[in-house]
């Protein structure tokens, strides 16, 4: 079966970096996004991956490793405003979206 | 302002009430999503429109009526909903479905309570 693992919950203090990783397994691969959504919002876009390496984007970057099946997303200088949940989702080979249960970042002062 | 726009935002309904959900896209978009969100589960793909036509029902029960007038314009209708359809009902748009990069842009959600 098609699977997308992320961790539940992380915590992570403001100033410092956090590492979120997601794993997955799909019927072929067609590329990796990362979707931030706040409580009681609608998830929007971070990032998409479908070559090997690390993307970055300001204080955001995400990694993919295609052969190990395995992502992440890196946030620097965190924020307050960065507490939310994060989704992981991939693109199976009928481009349809695997997501993963998204985790939910806790930032502390 | 992520350019779709659903209505209601909540929803208190009995088990035997007819209701229907609104979303709306500004972004010229041809492809419409329903998602399903119920708390720490994953994102539940319930129908696929893409230029009107349906192209995806993942076996979702008959309660749950889908309705595209036309590429900006995606309906949900509910009848005789059961307590566990409690959930987020999330709509999003694409530019279509079907290809290798397809940002998903995606409303705030109604919020769904069957009592």
């Known amino acids: 079966g098609q699977n997308i693992d992320q961790p539940t919950e992380m915590t992570a203090t403001e100033g410092a970096i956090v590492q979120i990783n997601c794993t997955y397994q799909?019927?072929?691969?067609?590329?990796l996004f990362w979707y931030q959504q706040h409580a009681g919002e609608a998830p929007t876009f971070l990032s998409y991956?479908?070559l090997d390496g690390l993307e970055e984007k300001g204080r955001f970057s995400s990694f993919l490793s295609r052969s190990k099946g395995y992502s992440y997303l890196l946030l620097k200088e965190l924020q307050m405003k960065d507490s939310a949940s994060y989704l992981c989702a991939a693109l199976d080979s009928n481009y349809q979206l695997i997501w993963g249960a998204g985790t939910k970042l806790i930032i502390k002062p | 302002e992520t350019g779709v726009t659903q209505t209601p935002r909540h929803l208190v309904m009995g088990m035997t009430n007819k209701k229907s959900l609104k979303c709306e896209q500004h972004?010229?978009?041809?492809?419409m999503y329903w998602y399903k969100q119920s708390a720490k589960k994953p994102l539940e793909l319930m129908f696929v429109?893409?230029?009107?036509?349906?192209?995806e029902n993942n076996s979702v029960p008959s309660r749950f009526s889908p309705e595209c007038p036309n590429s900006s314009h995606l309906f949900l209708h509910l009848h005789t909903l059961q307590p566990e359809d409690s959930a987020l009902y999330l709509c999003?748009?694409?530019?279509?479905?079907?290809?290798?990069?397809?940002?998903?842009?995606f409303g705030p959600g109604t919020r769904l309570t069957v009592l």
């Open positions: 991956n479908v």
């Open positions: 972004l010229g978009h041809n492809a």
């Open positions: 799909t019927s072929g691969f067609n590329g």
């Open positions: 999003a748009s694409s530019q279509d479905a079907g290809g290798a990069y397809n940002e998903q842009f």
């Open positions: 429109y893409n230029f009107k036509e349906q192209t």
